[in-house]
């Protein structure tokens, strides 16, 4: 590493032979005293790049004055006549100054170069400069206070870190001088750019902007800001619609431009004081209006742009400052100092050493913009208590045997703890403040920066701002900045684009919701249990519904069950009782009990479509029913199928008939179809059973109980239940002829009809509602369904039997026989 920066060292040796030739005037940049401080100031500033046809240094005198840096400049000045006239601080010790006017970002080398040096001399290492008789290669100052902007200090920083000569920086922002590997030395009084961006994001939120641009200088302290901006605004709904660096190049009509076409009316401006003056004269100029302006901290308190004519027409100008601190005995010190004449020859000065402000007068100083005034008093004020830590001041004196070297102090200052104008000053790990709160301000109409809230970094409210002081161009309410208006209550967002605040809205449909907070961008579906109207922000909890026990329909229905039992029982005791007559044995014989009992209990089925349902009483509302209403049609089938061969198969096919009477074909058939459907429904209920089911899909605020039947895994089931009502309707049609006082065909044929009618009714009212009462005329339709044979076939067995017993004899029947088989062999 020494023998890297050795040939830096003999360059400046060079440098600084061929500068001593620079004019002398001015003792303000000088004062030798015990320990020196380095002073970096740029008090001056180069326009645009100089160019030389030799070597040859930069005169700053002979570029324009900047009234706020030459008021730092001041105020570095006082703070050490102050400490030395302290006999707290530093007692029986003095303070002195080595100031340089740090005119260009990258051309003032010399001055640091002195700095750095032995006695005002480059020594390279490995020549170690005699001084008193003793060998030292300790710089001349103790520490350096500036420079300014980031730029500057990312030049002069690395031949300070070189030897660990502490730099306390009072105006430069960029993050990279937070990473302490590569500026071990460097400390800083002014918040980091990270700092800043956090509060004008606040600022940003708090008045819900969302559509902004962002106008950077072209260099490290403008980049940092930019790329801190947009890593800070990802997770907001801020969106950063334009961006750009600024330069001396600038075609400010061709930023101006796309703002307005973008319809951007906030501008935030992050660039040094004369980048901020160049392209706020340019908005006037061009007439841009109607924006607010966010100004960073280099100028928002730029007390010739406030008031400069025109610029209340270029919208309202908010802006981030360092709190301004009164200093006590500043004004003192600035009427003695202008008072005297700083011409004497003191020695021979070094170059950039002259200022020619004696034009100035205290007015001006006292009118130059105040930012960064505190943290050069701070920085000061730092140095002299690490000093006074390393000496072990105390008692009115300090130990005179401690030799302080610079290394000394970079470990006091890392460790400061005073209080300054009730600031507690203190550093921490990187060696970021951890004082000093900013301040927001407002361009009133006076042209004066007016404070009209905060932002403090170690309390518990951080951010304020008092809107009813800021007066905005619109004469009203706060001016709005949004790529697209705000959605409706109930509409999600669409991105439009590649910006996240440019967007359609979308109405949330039923049973879906929009939480603005969590996700703007997507409706919500509702949970089963809940349910919404178009454009809801929330969900409510659904009714659910079912038809209890306690029902007026399902007691009627029960009832109406129960009754069929009792009849069902009634008119197994009367058949019984005339079990032996033409009437009962026509109707079946032995097969009218089967079917009777069957009736019975399918009439289970109808109990279990109320209430709650469960898996048991969804497979107890079709079990019975379907089971033993097979029995029943079969049962019919049997029956149609003698009727029509008892009157018309026994002439014509009486092998036929012989044999079904032989092997009794119709318990065969009764027995076959009740198997067959019972293993159809072991093999359904095994594949899919019917199970509890709520409907959601037909009512949005309704959760209808039923049960999901499974027709798909029970489709053999209902097809042979079909088939058997199908056979039993065609057997029954073909003896539609038969005698009319003994037309058993007739009567189970308008039972299958009012059959079929009923379920057609049924399906085609559970396609149109699927409301709680379906399951009610569900089980009326089983009920039904059991009636119409019952009423309709037995009931006029049974009138016969009591009202009409003349029908009911051996004679009346085989005189209709013979009456039937006369009129069909003729």
């Known amino acids: 590493m020494k023998h890297v920066f050795a040939p830096l060292c003999l360059l400046g040796s060079l440098l600084l032979r061929a500068l001593t030739q620079c004019p002398v005037h001015t003792s303000e940049f000088q004062l ?112 350096v206070v500036g420079p300014f902007s980031s730029t500057q200090a990312l030049t002069v920083a690395p031949l300070l870190m070189a030897d660990l000569i502490p730099m306390v920086n009072y105006g430069s922002s960029s993050s990279i001088f937070s990473k302490t590997l590569k500026f071990p030395s460097f400390l800083r009084t002014v918040h980091p750019n990270k700092d800043m961006i956090e509060v004008i994001v606040n600022i940003i939120l708090h008045f819900n902007w969302r559509w902004v641009a ?167 004020y730092s140095i002299a208590h690490a000093i006074h830590n390393a000496l072990q001041c105390g008692a009115g004196t300090c130990n005179d045997n401690i030799t302080v070297n610079p290394q000394m102090v970079l470990a006091e200052l890392k460790k400061s703890n005073f209080t300054l104008l009730n600031q507690s000053i203190q550093f921490d790990e990187n060696g970021d403040p951890k004082f000093g709160p900013y301040s927001i301000i407002f361009w009133n109409r006076s042209g004066d920066a007016e404070e009209v809230g905060f932002y403090h970094f170690h309390t518990l409210v951080k951010f304020f701002i008092n809107n009813t002081k800021i007066h905005w161009y619109t004469n009203g309410e706060a001016p709005t900045s949004l790529c697209s208006p705000e959605c ?64 007026s329909e399902a007691i009627l229905i029960m009832v109406g069950a129960w009754a069929l039992v009792g009849l069902t029982l009634a008119m197994s005791v009367l058949f019984a009782i005339n079990y032996n007559t033409p009437i009962v044995r026509s109707a079946g014989g032995p097969m009218c009990f089967l079917i009777l009992g069957c009736l019975s209990l399918c009439s289970l089925s109808v109990f279990f479509y109320f209430d709650k349902p469960t898996v048991s009483f969804c497979i107890l509302r079709l079990l019975p029913f379907i089971l033993f209403y097979t029995v029943c049609l079969a049962c019919f089938v049997v029956r149609s199928f003698q009727i029509v061969c008892v009157f018309k198969m026994a002439a014509k096919f009486p092998k036929l ?72 309707f065609i057997f029954s049609y073909m003896g539609k002829d038969l005698p009319k006082n003994y037309n058993e065909a007739k009567a189970i044929t308008f039972c299958l009809l009012l059959l079929i009618l009923t379920w057609i009714i049924f399906f085609t009212v559970h396609v149109l509602y699927r409301g709680k009462y379906i399951q009610t005329l569900n089980a009326l339709a089983v009920l039904s369904s059991l009636f119409s044979f019952l009423l309709w076939y037995f009931l006029p067995k049974c009138y016969i039997i009591i009202f009409q017993p003349h029908k009911n004899t051996q004679q009346y029947f085989q005189g209709l026989i013979q009456n039937y088989t006369k009129t069909i062999s003729q």
């Open 32 to 143: 030798e005293r015990d320990y020196l401080i380095g002073g970096l100031f740029d008090v001056h500033h180069v326009d645009g790049p100089v160019y030389h046809d030799r070597p040859e240094a930069i005169d700053c005198a002979s570029q324009p004055l900047i009234l706020s840096s030459y008021r730092r400049f001041q105020l570095m000045r006082f703070s050490v006549e102050e400490i030395n006239n302290s006999t707290n601080l530093l007692p029986n010790v003095s303070l002195g100054y080595e100031i340089f006017d740090h005119c260009s970002d990258i051309q003032n080398f010399p001055g640091i170069f002195n700095l750095i040096s032995v006695s005002g001399l480059i020594q390279p290492w490995g020549e170690p400069h005699k001084q008193h008789g003793h060998e030292s290669n300790v710089s001349r100052v103790i520490a």
């Open 214 to 380: 962002f106008l950077n200088s072209d260099d490290e302290f403008g980049i940092d800001g930019q790329e801190l901006f947009i890593k800070r605004i990802k997770d907001t709904e801020i969106c950063l619609a334009y961006t750009k660096g600024l330069n001396d190049n600038t075609n400010y009509s061709k930023i101006f431009r796309p703002i307005e076409v973008q319809r951007i009316n906030i501008i935030i401006v992050f660039a040094p004081e004369m980048t901020a003056e160049a392209l706020i004269e340019s908005a006037i100029q061009l007439n841009v209006t109607n924006k607010v302006w966010i100004a960073g901290d280099a100028w928002s308190l730029n007390k010739r742009l406030s008031k400069k004519k025109g610029i209340r027409n270029i919208g309202t100008v908010l802006g981030v400052s360092q709190s301004v601190v009164m200093i006590p005995g500043f004004s003192n010190f600035i009427y003695s100092s202008k008072s005297q004449t700083h011409c004497e020859n003191a020695g021979q000065q070094f170059c950039n050493q002259i200022c020619n402000c004696s034009n100035l007068s205290q007015e001006d100083i006292f009118s130059a913009d105040p930012s960064f005034s505190f943290p050069v008093y701070s920085a000061v």
């Open 488 to 551: 409706p209550v109930g509409h999600a967002k669409e991105q439009d684009g590649i910006h996240k605040c440019c967007f359609n809205c979308e109405i949330c449909l039923n049973g879906t919701y929009i939480n603005s907070t969590e996700d703007p961008y997507k409706c919500i579906n509702c949970k089963e249990t809940e349910w919404s109207a178009e454009g809801s922000t929330s969900c409510n909890l659904r009714v659910v519904a079912y038809t209890p026990f306690t029902d």
């Open 657 to 728: 008939y012989s044999w079904w009477i032989k092997y009794h074909g119709q318990w065969l058939v009764i027995t076959g179809a009740f198997v067959i459907q019972a293993l159809f429904l072991l093999i359904g209920y095994s594949c899919g059973a019917p199970k509890p089911y709520n409907e959601t899909l037909w009512y949005p605020d309704k959760i209808i109980l039923s049960c999901d039947m499974g027709l798909k895994a029970n489709s053999g089931s209902v097809i042979l239940l079909v088939s058997l009502c199908s056979l039993c």
